[in-house]
Nanobody, 129 residues
Framework: QVQLVESGGGLVQAGGSLRLSCAASGRTFSSYAMGWFRQAPGKEREFVAAIISWSGGSTYYADSVKGRFTISRDNAKNTVYLQMNSLKPEDTAVYYC?????????????????????WGQGTLVTVSS
C-alpha cells in the first residue's frame, strides 16, 4: 500500500490561489485512483476531486469546485496536485488526499469515501474574507 503526505495548505485571501500536493510512497502509484476530500469544522468529510491514470487521465469534480479547482497527477513523481483558484471562505477546511487500488473510475471515488484504502494526514486551508 502507498502512504500519503499532503502539503501546500495555508492562509489565503478570498479570490486567491493555492496548490496542494500529495506525495505517495511505493512503486505502484500509477495503479491507484487518487482523490482529494475536505472537512470543514463541524461538517462531514466531502469529496472534492478525483483522477485516475488510465482512460486518458479521467477526472471528476464536486459541483462546488468545478471550474475553480484542477486535479492532476505526475506518476513519475508519485504526486497528485490540487490547484485551487478563486478561493472562497467556504473552501476553508482540512484537505485530505486519498488513494484506492480497487476503484476504476474517477466518479466512483466520489461516492466511496467510507471505503477508501489509504488516507493522508490532511493539510489545513484557510480562506479569509
Amino acid at each position: 500500500q502507498v502512504q500519503l503526505v499532503e502539503s501546500g495548505g495555508g492562509l489565503v485571501q478570498a479570490g486567491g490561489s493555492l496548490r496542494l500536493s500529495c506525495a505517495a510512497s511505493g512503486r505502484t502509484f500509477s495503479s491507484y485512483a487518487m482523490g482529494w476530500f475536505r472537512q470543514a469544522p463541524g461538517k462531514e468529510r466531502e469529496f472534492v476531486a478525483a483522477i485516475i491514470s488510465w482512460s486518458g487521465g479521467s477526472t471528476y469534480y464536486a459541483d462546488s469546485v468545478k471550474g475553480r479547482f484542477t486535479i492532476s497527477r505526475d506518476n513519475a513523481k508519485n504526486t497528485v496536485y490540487l490547484q485551487m483558484n478563486s478561493l472562497k471562505p467556504e473552501d476553508t477546511a482540512v484537505y485530505y488526499c486519498a488513494a484506492d487500488s480497487r476503484i476504476t473510475t474517477a466518479q466512483a471515488m466520489g461516492v466511496s469515501r467510507e471505503y477508501l484504502e489509504v488516507w493522508g494526514q490532511g493539510t489545513l486551508v484557510t480562506v479569509s474574507s
